[in-house]
């Protein structure tokens, strides 16, 4: 991918795409929004996580109480591989097991925590990316403060249960839809 103001980055194209869609009048606040998404859910190793997730979720369907429900946990944590996001979930579902929170309800907000922590992350990165683009020269400055604020947006209208699903059900295309191109020579972005 050559075109876009993340051009230099070492961004992935799908993050790259979502560059020029920060600049492009032509993209939908909705469209950047799902682009987003996408770019995020691509970004998390599912091979990894889907198992890590599904023995918690198994975990939290056991009717047995654990004497010891953090130091379960946290061995289910050391039998997977360990990732950013990973390492959120695991700090918040342990700091919810040590307020006495029922596991399954743990999980469950945990993940959601997860999300939000993801998305305000995700977020300050791409802060980051549209300042360095400005500073390489490959965003101008009008574009750079159309960029700053469209980015702003769009991680505000980002919607945590959506990832909290995809992350859950481990579909890397919850997004994949969404973010084709419309095919219609009269189709544009809806106001």
């Keep these: 991918m050559t075109d876009g103001p993340f051009r230099n980055a070492e961004l992935s194209s799908r993050w790259k795409r979502y560059g020029q869609d920060l600049v492009s009048d032509a993209v939908s606040a909705e469209e950047r929004t799902m682009q987003a998404c996408h770019s995020m859910i691509g970004d998390v190793d599912m091979n990894a996580f889907s198992p890590l997730f599904g023995d918690l979720k198994a975990h939290a369907e056991r ?8 130091s379960e946990v946290e061995t289910i944590f050391e039998s997977h591989p360990t990732s950013p996001l990973a390492d959120a979930l695991q700090r918040h579902l342990i700091a919810n097991l040590r307020d006495q929170m029922p596991i399954d309800e743990a999980l469950n907000r945990s993940l959601e925590s997860t999300a939000k922590d993801w998305i305000g992350t995700t977020k300050n990165r791409l802060d980051e990316e549209c300042i360095r683009a400005r500073e390489l020269g490959d965003m101008k400055r009008e574009d750079y403060h159309k960029g700053i604020e469209r980015n702003r947006e769009t991680f ?9 699903d995809a992350l859950a059900t481990g579909s890397k295309s919850a997004f994949r839809l969404a973010v084709q191109k419309k095919a219609g020579v009269d189709e544009g972005p809806e106001e």
């Design 63 to 70: 009717t047995q109480m654990d004497l010891d429900p953090v």
């Design 156 to 164: 505000a209208a980002i919607k945590p249960n959506e990832l909290c």
